[in-house]
């Protein structure tokens, strides 16, 4: 692909980028047709206190299966969906879904948080903001039990209205994450202007914790800027025991990954609580 050929050279449109393109029209149409068509749905994965192992909220990941086919994750379907400018409509619904299935969890974990994932396209709409106070308001869920996870790359505006945003959002008692940390660009100054509330730990670091020393220094150093900064660190992609000791050794505060448990429908995560009981 040319942009992964560097500068200067040159790239001769071949017969395989044409079959590419036309591949992800296709699939974007589709895309579009089963959004219209309430066919994608939520998976809900736990996190928890690492301390405690006290379920503190589940992150809401879309699902798409389309009939008649394979299941096609939303790392393939989700740049596509933001080429577009699809996911501000499929954010939406996401949102909308995610506070809907929030409220059967409320009667009996009133403090839990609804995590959603919300893209830098999504994020700055001029009236993302409001849009979620009406989706909340609408819902009758208090902000207090929503989080919303936002990768560095929102922060490339560096500016005032991003600023603006976090405060209006706070105020409704919204809390910010910013995912994938460390695979991004954020300046420090920044980090410490936007007031997040908590900083993911990517997955790619957790997944070095068994293997090398220096993943573990990266995720202590994650973890030290949590604390300095006075954030919450969550860890993503748990998959053993000893990952979760060491991270437990580091002060990491909370996390989720499979080994806890898998992204569950509704159900299923109502069916895993019942068990977990904790
Ligand atoms: P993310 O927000 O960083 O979500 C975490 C991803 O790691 C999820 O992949 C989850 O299923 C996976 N995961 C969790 N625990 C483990 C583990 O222990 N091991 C491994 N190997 N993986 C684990 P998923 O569901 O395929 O989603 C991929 C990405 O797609 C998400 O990364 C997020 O960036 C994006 N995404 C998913 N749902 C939405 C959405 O509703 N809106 C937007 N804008 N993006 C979404
Ligand atoms: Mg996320
Ligand atoms: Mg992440
Ligand atoms: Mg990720």
Not at 1 to 27: D, T, W
Not at 86 to 96: E, H, M, P, S
Not at 246 to 257: M, P, R, S, V, Y
Request: hydrophobic share 40%.
């Amino acid at each position: 692909r040319a942009k992964n050929q560097g500068h200067g050279s040159c790239v001769i449109f071949n017969p395989s980028m044409v079959e590419e393109l036309r591949y992800h029209s296709q699939m974007l149409r589709s895309l579009k047709r089963d959004l219209d068509l309430g066919q994608l749905f939520l998976e809900y994965q736990p996190q928890i206190d690492l301390a405690t192992s006290q379920l503190l909220g589940v992150e809401a990941l879309v699902r798409w299966h389309p009939a008649g086919g394979q299941r096609i994750p939303p790392d393939q379907f989700i740049h596509l969906a933001e080429q577009s400018g699809l996911i501000i409509k499929l954010g939406d619904w996401v949102l909308q879904q995610a506070l809907l299935d929030l409220q059967e969890l409320l009667p009996e974990f009133p403090n839990i948080r609804m995590a959603v994932n919300v893209s830098a396209l999504q994020f700055n709409q001029p009236d993302f903001e409001t849009k979620v106070a009406k989706a909340l308001k609408n819902s009758g869920v208090s902000g207090q039990n929503l989080d919303l996870e936002i990768t560095e790359s929102v922060g490339v505006l560096g500016s005032l209205e991003v600023e603006n945003k976090f405060t209006y959002l706070k105020q409704l008692g919204v809390t910010l994450s910013i995912d994938d940390f460390g695979t991004g660009f954020s300046s420090l100054s920044y980090l410490e202007k936007l007031s997040a509330d908590r900083l993911k730990i990517d997955r790619s670091f957790v997944a070095k914790l068994d293997a090398s020393d220096s993943g573990q220094r990266i995720v202590q150093m994650i973890i030290g800027l949590g604390q300095r900064l006075n954030l919450q660190v969550l860890a993503e992609g748990i998959e053993t025991n000893s990952q979760l000791e060491e991270l437990k050794a580091l002060g990491c505060h909370e996390g989720q990954g499979y080994l806890i448990a898998r992204p569950l429908a509704l159900d299923a995560l109502l069916e895993w609580i019942d068990q977990w009981d904790c």
